[in-house]
Structures are given as structure tokens and as C-alpha cells.
């Protein structure tokens, strides 16, 4: 599994999800080529909702404390309430959280 798969997988258990990116921005860094060392993760949820910023960052620093404490150097929080993804965004529907799609259906 790559680290990627691992933020996925440990924001979608943490959290109840409306729409979930996580990319992997190593390829802007010096860093080796393939590397997964930088990420920006997107999410939105009802958790969020009533927390100030700072909470909801600790939230999804806690969800990957084991990444945060291993091979993820730098990591970009976005987070959003899906009232505050519509009033920045729009009404277009979101899109649910990509879990791996045909290579875990397939299981492969």
C-alpha cells in the first residue's frame, strides 16, 4: 500500500466524508523521484462543523500521527463543512471519497 492509500484509508475511517483528495505534491520538492513525502489533503465533513481551524487540523493530524511521525514530511490541511464547500465552491455535487475504485473492487 502506498503512503497515499494510507492517508485515504485513515481519513475515511476517521472521518464521515463528503469529498476526500489527497495528492501527493513530492514531485514540487527535491526530493527523489516517486517519492511520497508531501501531501495536500482535502476534506469535507460534518465533524467540522462548530470547530475553529486550529481544532480541525489536530483532528486530521491525530488521524495520521503514525504517518506525520514516519514518512510524510510536509502536509497541507484543507478542511471544510459541506455548507461552507457549497458557499465556496457551489451547488455542484461532491464527489465521494475515492477508496482505490477498480484495483480494490478487483482486489488487485
Known sequence: MTVQDTIETR???????????????????????????????VLVSEAFAGERLLARHRMVNQALAAELDGPVHALAIHTYTPQEWRRRFGEAPLSPPCLGGKARESGG
Open 11 to 41: 481519513l475515511a475511517e476517521r472521518f464521515e466524508l463528503d469529498h476526500l483528495e489527497v495528492i501527493n505534491e513530492s514531485g514540487g520538492h527535491n526530493v527523489p523521484a516517486g517519492s511520497e513525502t508531501h501531501f495536500k489533503v
